[in-house]
C-alpha cells in the first residue's frame, strides 16, 4: 500500500528545517489526512499508531527513521547475486521517502559524479551534483558487500499502510538488483544509509548549489527506480 497514483488521497504534512543542516523532516498532522485512510492507520485514541513519514533529503536519516515497525512479510528475489567492481560502469541509487510525496534520490556512478533530486518545504523539486572520490565509492561498496545486501530479498513490507518507502537499485552490465523498502528497513540499509551520508558531507554536501527542477518535471526522476522493481 506504499506506492499511490497521482490524484489519490495525500497526508497533509508539516515541515520542519532542521537548523543547520537543511534536512527535512515530514510527519502527519495529528489526526489529520486529506480524503481518508486505512483503518490501520486511523488513530482511535486506544495507543493505535500511524506511521511516521520522513522524507529525507541532505541526510537519508539511517539513524533517525523514528519508529521501526515489524517485518511482516517479504518477496524473495528472482534475480542472480553478483558483486559489483566499482573500477567498471554501475549505477547505484537509492531513493528515500514516500510513495505519496515522492522520493528524494541519490545516484551516481563509476565517476563519482553524484545526482540529487529533493523535495523543498514548498513542495517544489531542486537537483544539484556534486562528486565523491573513488576510495568514497569503494567505502559505500564495502557496506553493500558486509551487510549482505546483494544477498537480500526483493522486498521488506510491514503491515503498515502510508508511512515510509525506500527503494535501492544496483545495476552492473546485465545484472540488476532492487529492494523495495515499505516501513520495514533492516540494519543493513540503516547502515549503507549512514555511511552514503558521511560520505555525501565529507564531499560538502552542505555546500551545494540546488537548482530548480521544473514543474512538468516533478517527480519524473524517480521513475526508473520504481520501474526497476517490475
Known amino acids: 500500500m506504499g506506492r499511490r497514483e497521482a490524484g489519490m488521497p495525500d497526508l497533509a504534512l508539516q515541515r520542519t528545517r532542521l537548523e543547520g543542516c537543511g534536512c527535512l523532516l515530514s510527519v502527519p498532522n495529528a489526526g489529520s ?24 533529503t541532505l541526510t537519508l536519516g539511517a539513524t533517525s527513521m523514528g519508529e521501526e515497525f515489524p517485518l511482516s512479510r517479504t518477496r524473495p528475489a528472482k534475480t542472480p547475486v553478483f558483486a559489483v567492481d566499482p573500477t567498471k560502469d554501475f ?20 565517476d563519482g559524479v553524484v545526482t540529487l533530486y529533493k523535495q523543498f518545504p514548498d513542495a517544489r ?16 561498496f564495502e557496506a553493500v558487500r558486509a551487510g549482505g545486501i546483494m544477498e537480500m530479498a526483493a522486498a521488506y ?6 508511512g515510509t518507502q525506500w527503494v535501492l537499485w544496483i545495476k552492473q552490465a546485465e545484472h540488476t538488483k532492487a529492494i523495495y523498502f515499505n516501513n520495514h528497513f533492516p540494519q543493513a540499509v540503516r547502515q549503507l544509509a549512514k555511511v552514503i551520508d558521511t560520505e555525501l558531507g565529507a564531499a560538502g554536501l552542505a555546500s551545494v548549489r540546488w537548482k530548480q527542477v521544473p514543474a512538468k518535471k516533478f517527480r519524473l526522476h524517480e521513475k526508473p527506480l520504481w520501474n526497476s522493481l517490475k
Open 157 to 162: 513490507q510491514a503491515d503498515v499502510n502510508d
Open 91 to 110: 549505477h547505484f541509487e537509492l531513493g528515500p521517502g514516500s510513495g505519496w510525496m515522492g522520493l528524494d534520490t541519490i545516484a551516481f556512478g563509476r
Open 33 to 56: 489526512l486529506r480524503g481518508g485512510r486505512s483503518a490501520k492507520n486511523r488513530d482511535h485514541g486506544t495507543g493505535m499508531k500511524i506511521a511516521l513519514c520522513l522524507i529525507a
Open 125 to 140: 523539486w531542486q537537483t544539484a551534483t556534486i562528486t565523491i572520490e573513488a576510495a568514497a565509492i569503494g567505502r559505500i
